[in-house]
């Protein structure tokens, strides 16, 4: 397909879903999204001490990082990408319309197969205690800006178009996602390490605003002064 962009236009990077193997840090899987969401919606909920305890002198401190969450929603489009010429799951998609990524979306939410079998096993064996399935390392990537480890909240998946084998051809899904910080992860787990680095460079371009100008001419001379 001819591109419509004229020459010179650079690429924007598309944003990704990376699953990461927790204990070496090799990229298990990479789920680019289609087109980039016009909008997405962050809620920051502080960690505070003083509102929860009473204390006035409490007020101002902070007891972990605030508890972030974000809504996105993904639009996927077959035809679009059958026409894509740097598609390498074309084939793929001609056969199976979009299963086969949605199919990778729903792996981020569910355990595999195999270790269902192997919980199962460990039961009729007469284990005493079976450890919940870890899954792997999820990481939202939006920017090089914004890399952050997260657990995914909230799936939704709307089919809006079917070929002849019922196979869906365009939908739309909706994710919910939780930053995981270093108080979900500790600080020697790889994903809190991830979660440092993003709060590093959040304050490295908090540095970059500029202030509006001397305090006392945004907030006037406070009580009791000169």
């Known amino acids: 397909m001819t591109s419509s962009f004229p020459p010179g236009t650079p690429v924007v990077p598309r944003g990704a879903i990376v699953l990461l193997d927790p204990a070496t840090g090799a990229v298990l ?17 502080p960690q505070g001490v003083g509102a929860e305890a009473g204390e006035r002198s409490e007020a101002l401190r902070l007891k972990g990082p605030a508890h972030e969450t974000v809504k996105v929603d993904v639009e996927l489009n077959a035809t679009d990408q059958l026409e894509d010429p740097s598609a390498t799951d074309a084939d793929a998609v001609a056969r199976h319309g979009l299963l086969p990524v949605l199919a990778a979306l729903d792996l981020l939410v569910n355990p595999t197969a195999r270790a269902l079998l192997d919980q199962d096993a460990a039961a009729r064996s007469g284990a005493f205690e079976i450890a919940p399935v ?27 178009a079917f ?9 739309k899904v909706s994710l919910g996602l939780r930053i995981l910080t ?8 790889r994903g809190g ?31 009791g002064g000169g």
């Open 182 to 189: 270093v108080d979900d992860l500790g600080f020697g787990h």
């Open 29 to 45: 899987r990479v789920i680019a999204l289609q087109y980039n969401p016009d909008t997405l919606t962050r809620t920051l909920q």
């Open 193 to 223: 390490a991830l979660f440092l680095a993003h709060q590093r460079r959040r304050e490295q371009l908090a540095a970059l605003h500029r202030s509006a100008g001397p305090a006392t001419a945004v907030l006037g001379t406070p009580p």
């Open 163 to 171: 070929d002849s084998r019922l196979h869906p051809i365009r939908a």
């Open 134 to 160: 870890e899954a792997p390392l999820t990481v939202f990537v939006w920017s090089r800006d914004r890399v952050v480890p997260v657990r995914i909240t909230e799936f939704t998946v709307t089919e809006e």
